[in-house]
Every structure is written in structure tokens, then in C-alpha cells.
């Protein structure tokens, strides 16, 4: 009996144990269960942040390269487009400047003198910074050889990489009022700026010398070319010629045109004091001058050399900062080439006696 109740007791403490065992095991399971579930979620509310965190972040930026400094420099990569500041050239940070070089003579009659190494040496030991290309109209030029803008555009593409500012000038002469060949002058300044839109490196001269003609007809023939220009390359520098062989600067009214100058021409035998009194009464009025040719010879491009009137000139324009170019590149017997006749490179032994005077001008210029 005794054994019995032993039993029945060591069989209700087992029962006991087993039970609080599984308690135990129960409570550990869902202790358990519950830390995944924690866990699972915390693994959640992560991702949800990070996700925040992303969208909120500001997307990185790929660093761009700085612009590489230029120095300032009498050239293109430093001045850019040109434009006008009342009647003074000014480059596209507002800051005054001159432009001073050489023009060819006729292209199609001396374009073999524009080489590079020529141009390399106005730039480099004449200090020049720009240089006009010569393209006439009649006199054997683009009227009758239209083929010749190829010439103007390889000369144009040489001084583009020398970094150098290049007038193309529509070289009327003979042919006085420009009217004369205005639709053959529209497709052309149409091709050229086209073919060279926005590009800083280039000035239009689109009428050289108007003569025996009015300054009606150049107002009627700039107002047709001038869009054309602006239209294909708006910033570019523009120049009109005026009548008398662009000596009549003072009778000029503006064109309602932005950046547009006026083209006054001087040879220093023949175009004195007169034609400075004339400079003067155009600036007074606002008309902003550019003097795209002039010689140190009389008006026919020879008859000697008159330097002390050079000299009035150049004192009169450099006090005035009025842009200056020279006539011309060649070796033809006269005395405003600047080579001596039968050489055809720079060098300072070949120097005419306006060449030699030509390039201290520029240097100091």
C-alpha cells in the first residue's frame, strides 16, 4: 500500500516536471517568435529610412572641369566677340580695344602673298591682331570669278586658328554704287556667315569705297545685306562704307543696327587736316568710326611717302582709340606696298620704305 502511494506520487511529479517543461518551452518559443517579429520589423523600418534618406538626399554631381584662365591678350581668346560702347570698340567683358593690322591688296591679283608665314609674323614681330582680306568685286574679282571666296575662306580659317580678328571685306571700287551687285552681295555675306556663324574671329566690311553715288543708296543697300549678317551671326561687327571713296564719315546717320561702325579711309599725300575735321564732327555726333585702310602714300596708292602727315594721322587716331588697318600686303611697284618689288616674305631686309615705317607704327600702336 505504502509502495502504491509512492508511485502515484513520484507519478505526480513527473507530471508536474513534463508540464513545466513545456511552459517553459512555450514561453521560449513565442519569446523567440517575438524577437524575429521585432527583428523583421526593425529590418523594415531600416529599409523604410534608408529609402527616405535617398529620395531626400540632393543627386550627386558630377564635378565639371574649370574653365582654363585666359590671360588677357590683344586677341580672340581673350576679348571674344567685339561690339560698341557709344563710338569706342570694346571686347565682350566691356573693356576697351584696338584693333591694328594689315589688308591685302587684291586677292586675286597678290593672295599668294597671305601666307602663314606672313600672317605669323604681323601677329608675332608686328604685333598685330587683325587682318583684312581684299576681295574685290569688279576688276577681275568675284563677280566674274565667283570661285574666289574659296581663297577668302582658306585665309579665314588660317587667321581663325593663328587667334587673330579678320575683316572680309566686299571690295567695291569701280563698281561705286553698291546697289550695283547687291543680290550677288547678299548671297555672298549669306554664305560666309553661314558657313561661319557666331563665330568671334570675323568683322563684315560690306561696301569698301562707295564713290560717285549717295549715301541713300549705301543706306538702302546696308539695310537689305545687314539682316542677312544678323540673322545667321547677330553679334558680329558690321562696317559701312560712306561716299567719296569712304571720306564722308561726318554725313553719316546711324543705321538702327546694333554694333554697325563706319569706314574712314585716309592716304596721307592727299587726306589731311580736312578729312580729320571730318573724323572729329562724325565722333561729336555719335558715329562710331573704324579706319579700315589707309596708306602712307597719295590716294592712288603711290606718288611717294608722306610721313610727317602719317605721323598727324596716327598721333590724331591713337588719341581717339579709332581701330586702324594698312594698305596693303603686296610687292607691287608703288609706294604703299610694304614689300620691295620681287620679295614675298616679311623679312625686315625686304621692307619698302612704308613697310618698315608700317610695322613701328604697330608695334607702338
Known amino acids: 500500500m505504502k509502495n502504491k502511494g509512492r508511485i502515484i506520487t513520484l507519478v505526480f511529479v513527473l507530471i508536474i516536471i513534463i508540464l513545466s517543461i513545456i511552459v517553459f518551452i512555450n514561453t521560449n518559443n513565442k519569446s523567440d517568435n517575438k524577437k524575429e517579429e521585432t527583428k523583421v520589423e526593425e529590418k523594415e523600418n531600416n529599409k523604410q529610412e534608408e529609402k527616405e534618406t535617398e529620395e531626400n538626399e540632393e543627386p550627386e554631381v558630377t564635378p565639371q572641369p574649370e574653365a ?24 565682350e567683358k566691356g573693356e576697351p580695344i584696338i584693333l591694328k593690322g594689315m589688308s591685302s591688296h587684291g586677292i586675286q591679283w597678290f593672295g599668294d602673298l597671305v601666307t602663314k608665314e606672313n600672317l605669323t609674323i604681323l601677329k608675332n614681330e608686328w604685333h598685330t591682331n587683325v587682318f583684312r582680306i581684299a576681295m574685290y568685286t569688279n576688276e577681275n ?92 551671326s547677330p553679334k558680329s561687327i558690321i562696317i559701312v562704307g560712306t561716299t567719296t571713296w569712304s571720306q564722308d564719315v561726318d554725313q553719316v546717320n546711324k543705321l538702327n543696327y546694333d554694333n554697325v561702325l563706319y569706314a574712314l579711309h585716309f592716304y596721307s599725300g592727299t587726306h589731311k587736316d580736312f578729312l580729320r575735321q571730318k573724323a572729329t564732327t562724325a565722333l561729336n555726333k555719335g558715329t562710331p568710326i573704324f579706319v579700315t585702310e589707309f596708306g602712307v602714300s597719295d590716294a592712288s596708292g603711290n606718288g611717294g611717302i608722306f610721313l610727317d602727315e602719317a605721323n598727324k594721322w596716327i598721333s590724331y587716331l591713337k588719341e581717339k582709340q579709332i581701330s586702324i588697318v594698312a594698305w596693303s600686303l603686296s610687292n607691287k611697284n608703288e609706294s604703299s606696298a610694304v614689300l620691295r618689288p620681287g620679295t614675298t616674305v616679311l623679312k625686315d631686309e625686304n621692307l619698302s620704305e612704308a613697310g618698315k615705317y608700317l610695322k613701328n607704327i604697330f608695334i607702338t600702336y
Open 68 to 91: 582654363p584662365i585666359v590671360e588677357k591678350n590683344n586677341y580672340v581668346s581673350y576679348n571674344g566677340f567685339l561690339k560698341l560702347n557709344g563710338t569706342s570698340l570694346v571686347n
Open 141 to 232: 574679282g568675284y563677280i566674274s570669278n565667283p570661285n574666289i571666296k574659296n581663297k577668302v575662306y582658306s585665309i579665314i580659317d588660317e587667321l581663325i586658328s593663328m587667334d587673330m580678328y579678320v575683316i572680309v571685306d566686299w571690295h567695291i571700287l569701280s563698281d561705286g554704287n553698291p546697289l550695283q551687285y547687291k543680290e550677288q552681295a547678299k548671297s555672298f555675306f549669306n554664305e560666309v556667315t553661314s558657313k561661319y556663324s557666331n563665330v568671334p574671329n570675323i568683322i563684315y566690311e560690306i561696301c569698301n569705297e562707295p564713290n560717285n553715288t549717295s549715301m541713300d543708296n549705301v543706306y538702302n543697300y546696308a539695310n537689305e545685306v545687314i539682316p542677312i549678317i544678323q540673322k545667321n
